[in-house]
Structures are given as C-alpha cells and as structure tokens.
C-alpha cells in the first residue's frame, strides 16, 4: 500500500509540473496547439500507424525537450545572482534544443502530410 501512495503522489507532483508550464509557459501552450492540430489532421487523414507513431513521437519529443528547457532556465534564474558568465550560453543552447527538435518534427509532418495535401488539392482540380 505504501508503494501505491508513493505513485500517488508522484503523478501528483507531476500534475503539478504539468499544470505550471500549461499556465506560464507560452512556448508550451503553441506546442500544445500545435500537437492538436496535428492529432487533428492525423485523424482527419487516411494516415497509417506508423506515420501516427512517428508524429506523437515527433509531438512528444519536442514538448519534453521544452520541459527540460523550461527547468533549465528555472535552474539558472536560481543562480542568477552569482551569474556565471555561461549562464545565458546554458539558456541559449537549451532554446536551440527546442528548435532543432520543432524543426525535425515540421520535418516529419511535411513528410508525412504532403502526399494527403496533394491528393487533396489534386481532387478538387
């Protein structure tokens, strides 16, 4: 039983987590937005399991890479008053994370989606 209450609060401290960036972060809210519409468009087009796969795994990669971004700058705001001189270097490179991954997941939504646009746009010619 105490095992299960440990799991407990553990998805407690996660919804926490969750629900802070969900309200301050507004990088996360777009990618938020941005991963429902892909869900959107992944129903709304005849898209197979494996394209499906490689979209949430494009959707979720970049929404844990903003996280980790997100705890990083928390983490050196802390220490903001004995800035080190890598402190915003460390900021930087963690937002170039966070772009390297949304482009990969464009990347893979152009990939997949393209042939559904062309059909479709090839059908009401």
Partial sequence: MDNFQKLCKSFRYAGRGLKYVL????????????????????????TRSLEKIALFIAIFAVLVIELINTIFERVVDMLKPRVHPY?????????????LSSIGAVIVGIIIFW??????????M
């Fill in 23 to 46: 309200k301050n972060e507004q990088n996360f809210q777009l990618e938020i937005l941005g991963g429902i519409f892909i869900v959107i468009l992944m129903y709304l087009f005849p």
């Fill in 87 to 99: 402190a915003q270097l460390v900021k930087d490179i963690m937002a170039a994370a966070v772009l």
């Fill in 115 to 124: 042939p559904y646009f062309q059909d479709l746009f090839l059908q009401q």
